[in-house]
């Protein structure tokens, strides 16, 4: 099983090389990832800043300068 995984390993790289794709390239469209920062920022709000305002609010306080 081990050699299996090893040759496939190997294979995955020749490709790589033989195209010589650009890592840009597997990076999905900027409109895609501006969708997920939405998305992203919407639960953060939900479940980390809506529950924890007065704590962050508190702490947000005492760092004042």
């Known amino acids: ?5 090893r040759r496939e ?3 995955y790289h020749s490709l790589n090389i033989n195209q010589r794709c650009c890592t840009s390239d597997l990076r ?3 409109e895609e990832r501006s969708q997920l920062a939405v ?3 919407k639960f953060a709000e939900e ?3 809506k529950p924890y305002k007065n ?3 508190q702490w947000a306080a ?4």
């Open 55 to 57: 704590v962050l609010e």
């Open 9 to 11: 390993k190997l294979r």
């Open 62 to 65: 005492s760092c004042a300068l």
């Open 1 to 5: 099983m081990h050699g299996g995984y």
């Open 28 to 30: 999905p469209p900027r």
């Open 39 to 41: 998305k992203q920022g």
């Open 47 to 49: 479940h980390f800043i």
